[in-house]
């Protein structure tokens, strides 16, 4: 069925019109637990969609300055998607079929971009899984000198990528591990998971899970008075964490792509201030969550401006190659040198991961406050 | 390892014992059940989380209004999709209760919200070491609770009159009515009892596991195959049941590994199904021609 | 005519998807297959009325064999197809060993268990699965060189669930699927012509996973990957859903059921979110007003008026059957100890009509029962042609040349009357055989009782039985029918067949009957003709009762006060022919009153329907001067009205105790010492419930439970005391017991309405009587004059 929703928002994509915006088309996701990602994605792409059209729109071929319009489910150019890696994993044949580039500023699996198509139309402004779990272990290390980590997945999909991105990364490394446990989305107790890897002899933890489920397994271990260090995919950032999980929520660490907190970049500290011109319910840097979703988001965008006015077209394939003509782009997470390739359809890498946990109900990076 | 799974099984497995006691009520006075008793349990929670996080009542009261309001639904439920079917022997009851559930949920989803909440009670989540097992405050409430209720629910039963007057509905309606039992009254007083039942599991589940709407729909449905395991005509046989299925579950988890859980118990649940079709601790009734 | 709508139909859909766009030939592809799985699930639900609520476990097999033998073994998807429905078929027929032992919501527990065991296979086995990921690059199907592409799928998966209605089309044409229908109305009276429910239902089981399977494996082509998440369980409700919302049972129910499932939520685009929100409304909305789904209320509303079809009469002899003899030795069986039946012997030859005949509770039906296979005797022998047969199944005794028909007539009610016959093996000319005038097209549950009965017979005679059973066919016939059906019942002897009979009807034995055997307790006490039987004197002290020969004792004369009871042209019964048929009676304070009469004259329906529970009601029922002929017995309990129900109905799983308790339910503004000081009162008159007190009713022997049941009526200290058939089933020391009991709260001044088949006991006990017979009175007056009149042994024995 999901399959059909997408389909219906690709349904025919017309070439638009000379002087009518650009279409920006928009999936999110209509339930479940990463529902708030939809509004902050929407929130980064609008404040770069209203930046781009202040200062002119983007020059397409002969014509200047056209404008970007933000769509739901409509014709489009290119189709930004804020969903869960199985749907994302869905959409991500169909849009390679329909030539329609997909540019992805939210799912992390592995495979939405590298897809093993030959005509990949498929771009990321993201975390990607095997990149996180290369960055969970050398943050484990680094940090609490673990040397024997128990895995504590959620069984889906997402988990399972993570699985094979965490066995491989400890591969690597050359590290063992003290297990691995599933654990189902709606369970209520983790504790016999969690009791098979604390007798394994597990000095931290490796946790994947959406907010809902990892705060399950942070409530187990504390009625389990156990309290290893748990370093974590960035699931927690994608509700109230500190309402579930409770006061144990500050203990796990979890990586994401940016923070407003700390010292902010020009770009950073100009985009806080469009937000808060924007959105009156943001006062300040904490409300901006989840901000891994504003900041790719708002990244993700510029970058298709750029390869839309590189292309000097919306046509599809024209647009993809696009993206790969993007020399230099001072963005708000990082500077982006050549950032897309045939070869490299992420623009980011482990190297631009933050580490953050929740002191009360904001997400700030690891040691900024206590 | 075995110690916290025995006390994590045994937690569970009063949860599950004490929805699976909703299904025991309605059915031993009207012979059907709400096949969505997890959305019961759902509303439990939601209401609780309503009134005491978003309406800042305390807790006491709030939890008392929640459970009332599951016993509104329990009557809807009842009235709506068990006894325009069941009064002319139809089971789409079964139908008709899925259909009430999905429509809970649903409104639930789309009024509470798609975000799961957290509903903190400060008292539960302390913990001590019992047996060297460490053990949270409400892992300890929910099973003297669940066995609690099942006392209460036997105490009512075969004390006081109308409890007495529900037993007697069950085991031959014809007989109550003349006994001056207003069978329709009873069947609704069933319903409502059952589903705060599922109310007063939800709320106490709240704490430990995550608010949102669909958080009934699998524990619901372990419920159920609980509630059948024990043969649904007895309320120890019930809980038993309960506690069994959540110190199964655990062990296999425990000492096989996560990967086995669901299929062995769903596995075990066929089985034993097939070689005690009346559940372990149910009796066949004679087959009249 | 609906055939031709349906070619149409898919024709539509076909140059349909030929045209659309991409977006709808998928819409189209996932509406045929939806459809398969539903017509899969519909002769599951429809034909055989399993609910399974884990189809999609069959779905996924097959979607999960065609994608591992494509992807990983590079299997041709034309090979791998078989191998999928075979797979799903044969995981579906092991499925229906677990599954069929259980009914309703454990069947419903099993299935639900089966999806989510599936589900987690899929998850778990990954080196075969893929695990959550699923696996992905399933091609799509091509025939030589040529590929099926998207469209050509989409095609093909409507052409599929073309052939998968024409299919269940022919099943529910073939014997099977009237087999299956057969054993969804009624498993009993299916298994007595000879079917087996275990195959029939096995065989459901089986086709429908292998529907769902190819469905399953169309899927995997279609959508190009399968993962686990694409098998949940609401995938099941949906399927369910289909058939409901559809129809279950008919054609083109699940089509129309996949129509709205699938293309509404699309049609509401804008609403996509509040789809499941959507599908909840419309499902319960569908089961409120259209129990028998879309397609079932369509075609209520077109449904033109059909010209009735008659049996074609003239002459008809039945068909020879192999001429056997029955012979039964010394079977016997126990409930919980009780013995039902022991050392039972009788001998049916061919030709002849053996009849039982016995108080209510003598045991009759059970023996027929033992002789059907529903009961394995414990002891004896069964016979037929000297084959033996006891405690073989049902289905293979029917086989063996035993037919049978029930006390409530069991047809296929769901079927026509020729559909019933045919499904037995038998042609409409036996409709003529046995008298049936009706139309044969006509759906059997909305016959006449009369016409029920007959056709039930004619059933019978289908499977061309050497024996036929027949369990009160007289019950609620009126006069003219009974005389009918006896003279039918001589033919069908004469004809060659061996009839046994169990009937009250006295005329109806007497005049048939070749030998008749008397049963009491459980055990023969008399065996013979007829009209020697009816002269034992065994015979009448089973009937009458110990006091039949002794004149009521003389009583002191007792003032009758007001009238408490009036009852005036009282109307009732169950069905359409009412049982009652206009009573009027009258009790009066401080009387005991007799309603005397054989079996199914009408005396417990007349005591149901004062007391309430029998409703509605024609005619007047006023109780202390207030009119009570409409209201229910729970509103009439309390007005000072208690009923002791015939068969005690002591509530067993309760003490003593409690049932007293219960008693004094309707005295809410009884005290509690007062109440404690009657159950007082009720252990000194019935001193052996005091030693029982704390002990479950259940366990108590039978003569306690109704010293119990009465008590329990007494403690709402009522105006009136119903008893109905007191002494039912008990030991004579033990019914004198009861009535010293009774007589004493006569002696108190009670006012009582006594209902007993134990004429010379009841008289012995009451002021006055009446005489009931066919459901009118034939007879009242004062106790002692009564028991001279002869209307008595006229209506109990049929002695003239």
Known sequence: MKRLLITLALAAVLPAAAQEPIKIGLVTALSGQSARAGEALTRGLQVAIDEINARGGVRVGNQSGRKLELVRRDDEATLFGGLDSPVALAIVPIANENKLPFMDPWAAGTPITKNGAKDNYVFRVSAVDELVDKAMLQYAQKTFNARNCGMILVNNPWGESNEKGLRAALAEKGVKSAGMEKFEPNDIDVVPQLSRLKSAGADCLFLVGNVGPSSQVVKSLD??????????????????????????????????????????????????????????????????????????????????ALAIQNAGSTDGPKVRDGYYKIDRYDGLIKTYTKPFSPQQHDALNENDYVWAQFIDNQIVPVGVKQ | MIGSALISGL????????????????????????????????????????????????????????????????????????????SRGSNAWLMATVALGIIADNTVLFTFGKEPRGLALPWASTATTVLGVHVSTLQIAIPAVGLALAA?????????????????????ADAARLMGINVPLAIMAAYAVSTIFAGAAGIMIAPLSTVHSDMGTVFGLKAFAVAILGGITSAWGVMLAGLIFGVVESLITALLGSAYTQILTFTLVIVALALMPHGLFGHAELKKV | MKLALLIVAFAAAIAFTTVANSYYVFIMATLALTAVAGIGLNVLLGLTGQVSFGHVGFYALGAYAVAVLTVAAKWNFWLALPVAALLAGAIGALLALPALRVRGPYLAMVTIAFGFVIENLAVEWRSVTGGQNGIMGVPQPALGAFAFGERGVAIAAIVLAALAAYGFHLLNGS???????????????????????????????????????????????????????????????????????????????PLVGATIVVLLPEALAALAEYRLLFFGALLLGVLWLAPDGVTGLVARLIARRRKPRFASGGEVTLPPAQRLTLEVRGVGIAFGGVKAASDVSLRAPPGKVTTLIGPNGAGKTTVLNMLSGFYRPDAGSIAIGGREIAGAAAWRIARAGIARTYQTAQLFGSMTVAENLGI?????????????????????????????????????????????LVDEPAAGLAREDKARLATLLRRIADSGVAVVLVEHDMPVVMGISDTVIVLDAGVVIA???????????????????????????????????????????LQAGYGAEPVLKGVDLEVREREVVA??????????????????????????????????????????????????????????????????????????????????????????????????????????????????????????????????????????????????????????????????????????????????????????????????????????????
Request: a positive charge; aromatic letters at 8%; one cysteine or more.
């Open chain 2, 152 to 172: 209460l629910l036997h105490w009512f039963s075969r004390v006081t009159r109308h409890g007495k007057a529900m037993l007697a509905v069950v085991q031959n």
């Open chain 3, 175 to 253: 014997k099977a699927g009237a087999a299956m229908r057969a054993v969804k109305d009624t498993e009993v009276a299916a298994e007595s012509i000879g079917l087996d429910p275990v195959r029939i239902k096995t065989l459901a089981f089986a086709i429908s996973a292998v529907y769902a399977g190819v469905a399953g494996a169309f899927f995997a082509s279609l959508s190009g990957f399968v993962t686990p998440s694409t098998f949940s369980f609401s995938q099941s409700i949906l399927f369910v859903l289909v058939v409901i919302i559809g129809g279950a049972g008919s054609l083109a129910g």
């Open chain 3, 424 to 468: 037995a093996g038998g042609g409409e000319e036996l409709l003529a055989f046995v008298g049936y005038r009706g139309d044969v097209d006509g759906r059997s549950a909305d016959l006449p009782h009369v016409d029920k009965r007959l056709v039930e017979i004619a059933r019978a005679l289908a499977t061309r039985p050497s024996v036929l």
């Open chain 1, 223 to 304: 009625r389990m008075g156990w309290m290893p260090p748990i370093v974590s995919h960035w699931g927690p950032a994608g509700g109230r964490f500190t309402e579930l999980a409770g006061p144990s929520a500050k203990n796990v660490h979890f990586v994401q792509t940016y923070s407003f907190f700390g010292k902010q970049s020009a770009v950073g500290e100009k985009v806080l201030k469009a937000l808060m011109a924007k959105y009156p319910d943001i006062k300040g840097p904490g409300d901006v969550t989840p901000a891994v979703g504003v900041a790719n988001a708002y990244d993700a965008m510029m970058l298709t």
């Open chain 3, 595 to 800: 309603v005397l009469g054989a079996n199914g004259a009408g005396k417990s329906t007349l005591m149901r329907a004062i007391a309430g529970l029998l409703r509605p009601v024609a005619g007047g029922i006023a109780f202390g001067g207030e009119d009570v002929a409409r209201l229910p017995a729970h509103k009439i309990a309390p007005r000072g009205l208690a009923l002791v129900p015939e068969g005690r109905q002591v509530f067993p799983e309760l003490s003593v105790l409690h049932n007293l308790e219960l008693g004094a339910y309707t005295r809410r503004s009884g005290r509690k010492g007062e109440i404690g000081r009657d159950i007082a009162a009720m252990l000194e008159r019935f001193p052996r419930l005091r030693e029982r007190l704390h002990q479950r009713a259940g366990l108590l022997s039978g003569g306690e439970q109704q010293m119990l049941a009465v008590a329990r009526g007494l403690m709402a200290r009522p105006k009136l005391l119903l008893l109905d058939e007191p002494s039912l089933g008990l030991a004579p020391i033990v019914i004198n017991d009861l009535f010293a009991a009774l007589n004493r709260l006569r002696a108190e001044s009670a006012t009582i309405l006594l209902v007993d088949q134990m004429a010379g006991l009841a008289l012995g006990l009451a002021d006055r009587a009446y005489v009931i017979d066919g459901g009118r009175i034939v007879a009242s007056g004062p106790a002692n004059e009564i028991a001279t009149t002869g209307a008595l042994e006229r209506a109990y024995l049929a002695i003239t």
């Open chain 3, 527 to 569: 065996a013979g003709a007829p009209a020697d039987v009816q002269r034992n004197p065994a015979v009448r002290k089973a009937y009458l009762g110990e006091e039949a020969a002794r004149p009521p004792e003389a009583r002191g004369p007792r003032a009758a006060g007001e009238p408490y009871l009036a009852v005036g042209k």
């Open chain 2, 11 to 86: 937690g569970l497995g009063s949860m599950y014992g004490l929805l699976a006691l909703g299904f025991y009520v309605t059915f031993a006075v009207s012979s059907t059940v709400n096949f969505a008793q997890g959305s019961s349990m759902m509303l439990g929670a939601v209401f609780a989380y309503t009134f005491s996080v978003r309406l800042g009542w305390p807790f006491v009261p709030a939890a008392a209004i929640a459970l009332l309001l599951c016993a509104l639904y329990g009557l809807a439920v009842e009235f709506l999709a068990v006894r325009p079917f069941a």
